[in-house]
């Protein structure tokens, strides 16, 4: 007898819980199978060592390609909150519309198919370290090997305690753009609708993501002030000294294309903030402004704080970075835990930390994916450092460039040592290396 799809879901389903050789999973909630949530597990085990990444942004999509790449037989979840990935380098460009939304946007589905992992959308809600597992939106995962990739957040708490209205209007109204998310597209509008005013800038003390951007950000946003005749102008609030790195690009950009467009204040050190009147007090004066691009100081992304990897300074309070070995990067409680990319904290005294970039945070997925097959496979991990290369666009006709790039190496005691060289020359010729260094990168991540 033929059965149809129908009777056959009906015959199944009442061969009733004690069948052991049914297929079929028998309902253990009164929810639906696939509804899930965070009490059930999200994936039964493949066999082979698993290796779960949270966090699918720069650092750990390259380290779950990587993974696979290493040794076949390992078990790849990349756990990620948002639907598709968004550069955050190059984002610059495409605010006054060098580059288009596609050349930005990523997906997820094609590179995991392609390399064999699993990519599960999914907010990534605690961490269980002592079960080894970590807690979703919809279920629970457990792991051999984590590595987290968690990125920043902003550190509101720093201007505003425990204000969260505050914090949230500083947030709708004048966003920062530093994670990808609504903000970004925010700001493009922001920028397309800008008639002119004080717009103000406030930049993160160090470490923060990526150094030289904001700069490159206020170079591009005084270039179409300037080339649509708007009437406004930007003030940088830099608690630095000067802009770094790539001091003297910045300042001659500033001073020779830019000298009606931007005001650079150093020694802007924020003392405080009101969103609602737009009014910020620092120590090199106080500012009003009509529009505000606000960026609260950076921590490492939320998910370093609930795996409880943030360190502790000599008074006990909390870095805002990972904690971790700075050559091997697994947490120095926990071998098995990796964290990548912007969350961790200082590596080196010479420098304190590895700059805060998609650079870095791509040669640390590399890395830490090869220190895990090695382990997996009974091998001695052998130390391996990164680098770092920058390139910034200064100006957008002509299309001119300048860079920085970072070298690491270890000395007789272990230190990690580091030698910063700038390309303080703008020129046509950085913006081809600029561009094939994107694409260098998008095809390590994503084919
Ligand atoms: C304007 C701008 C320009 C830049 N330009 C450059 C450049 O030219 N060169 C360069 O090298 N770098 C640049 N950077 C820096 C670069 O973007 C970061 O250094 C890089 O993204 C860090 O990678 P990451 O993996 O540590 O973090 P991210 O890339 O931010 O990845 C973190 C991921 O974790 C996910 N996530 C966070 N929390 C959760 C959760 N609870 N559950 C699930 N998922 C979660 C996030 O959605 C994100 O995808 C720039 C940054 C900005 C803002």
Redesign the pocket.
């Known amino acids: 007898m033929k059965l149809t799809r129908r009777q056959f879901i009906a015959a199944t389903g009442a061969l009733g819980a004690g069948a052991a050789t049914s297929a079929i999973a028998q309902p253990t909630s009164p929810l639906p199978f696939l509804i899930t949530t965070q009490n059930g597990p999200l994936l039964p085990r493949a066999g082979g060592k698993r290796v779960v990444v949270?966090?699918?942004?720069?650092?750990?999509i390259t380290a779950a390609k990587h993974l696979k790449k290493n040794d076949p037989t390992l078990e790849v979840i990349l756990?990620?909150?948002?639907p598709v990935f968004f550069s955050?380098?190059m984002?610059?460009k495409w605010l006054i519309d060098v580059v288009d939304s596609d050349y930005l946007t990523w997906s997820y589905l094609p590179i995991a198919q392609k390399h064999d992992y699993r990519f599960i959308q999914t907010?990534?809600v605690a961490f269980e370290r002592e079960h080894k597992r970590v807690i979703t939106a919809q279920g629970w995962i457990d792991y051999d090997y984590l590595i987290i990739?968690?990125?920043?957040r902003y550190h509101y708490e720093a201007w505003f305690g425990n204000d969260r209205k505050a914090a949230e209007h500083a947030r709708a109204h004048f966003p920062a753009a530093?994670?990808?998310n609504a903000e970004h597209y925010a700001l493009k509008q922001g920028i397309r609708n800008f008639k002119g005013g004080d717009l103000v800038m406030t930049l993160p003390p160090p470490p923060h993501?990526?150094p030289p951007?904001p700069y490159e950000?206020a170079c591009l946003i005084a270039w179409h002030i300037k080339t649509h005749g708007i009437k406004g102008r930007i003030t940088i609030l830099d608690p630095k000294d000067s802009p770094k790195p790539i001091t003297e690009g910045f300042k001659e950009a500033f001073a020779t294309l830019y000298k009606d467009q931007i005001t650079y204040v150093p020694n802007a050190v924020i003392t405080e903030v009101d969103p609602f009147n737009r009014k910020i007090r620092t120590k090199a004066g106080d500012f009003r402004f009509d529009h505000g691009i606000l960026m609260a100081p950076h921590q490492a992304?939320?998910?370093a704080w609930k795996a409880g990897a943030i360190g502790r300074n000599a008074e006990g309070k909390a870095t805002g970075w990972a904690d971790v070995d700075p050559v091997f990067l697994n947490l120095r409680d926990d071998r098995d835990v990796y964290v990548?990319?912007?969350?961790v904290g200082a590596v080196s005294p010479q420098f304190n930390f590895y700059p805060?970039?998609?650079?870095v945070?791509n040669y640390q997925g590399r890395i830490v994916a090869r220190y895990i097959a090695d382990r997996v496979a009974g091998k001695t991990p052998r130390a391996a450092l990164p680098d770092n290369l920058?390139?910034m666009m200064v100006n957008a006709s002509p299309r001119e460039d300048i860079a920085v790039r970072f070298r690491y190496h270890l000395d007789d005691k272990g230190t990690i040592i580091q030698e910063q060289i700038d390309d303080n020359l703008r020129r046509d010729d950085l913006v081809t290396e600029d561009f094939q260094w994107a694409s260098r990168m998008f095809e390590d991540m994503f084919t």
Not at 149 to 152: E, K, L, P, R, S
Not at 340 to 343: L, N, Q, S, T, Y
């Open positions: 949270c966090g699918g942004g720069w650092g750990g756990l990620e909150r948002n955050c380098p984002s610059n907010e990534v990739g968690a990125g920043i530093y994670i990808p993501r990526c951007s950000r992304g939320d998910m990548i990319g912007d969350a805060k970039a998609g650079h945070a920058c390139f």
